[in-house]
């Protein structure tokens, strides 16, 4: 029973949108944050799941910079979300934030194509494929096999 979540994924693929779409928190609370629009240090929400009951979100920096902010707030995480922006794709702090989930006790990986609205049908093939391939020679091999989700934006799409 999944007690906590982490998100993981490239700087700006929309970890802290997603969570405030599903959870209706900013967990950006920082004011240097929200001036450079940016997550630098550990952001928390909660969120309701049936079942289960609530479960904690644990928001982490995306950044290179701000990597060990990552690795603290994945510690202890049962559930990853990976966050891929569709029109970005797999990039550097996806692979590495993955790697680091991989040293960890993470019991599963939902992988999340984020800003799917703006992303052709072909692009977000693409994403998909890549994001299959990268996790395809690990223990999260098949979390992007379903047929993906887009999380909502502001508008409710993608």
Do not use: W
Not at 50 to 64: F, L, M
Not at 81 to 100: F, G, N, W, Y
Not at 124 to 140: G, H, M, P, S
Request: a negative charge; proline letters at 6%; charged letters at 20%.
């Amino acid at each position: 029973m999944a007690r906590l979540i982490g998100t993981a994924g490239h700087v700006d693929h929309g970890k802290t949108s997603l969570i405030k779409a599903l959870t209706g928190i900013d967990a950006d609370r920082l004011p240097e944050e929200k001036a450079r629009g940016m997550t630098i240090d550990l952001g928390f929400a909660y969120v309701e799941l049936p079942g289960i009951g609530r479960a904690s979100i644990v928001d982490v920096p995306g950044h290179e910079r701000f990597l060990t902010n990552m690795i603290v707030g994945a510690l202890g995480v049962d559930v990853a979300l990976l966050c891929v922006k569709a029109a970005d794709s797999v990039m550097p702090q996806t692979r590495e934030h993955l790697q680091i989930l991989l040293l960890l006790p993470v019991e599963r990986l939902i992988v999340a194509l984020t800003f799917a609205d703006l992303a052709d049908d072909e692009t977000l093939q693409i994403a998909k494929d890549e994001v299959q391939e990268l996790l395809d020679a690990t223990r999260f091999a098949g979390a992007a096999g379903g047929p993906g989700v887009p999380p909502p934006r502001a508008h409710g799409v993608g």
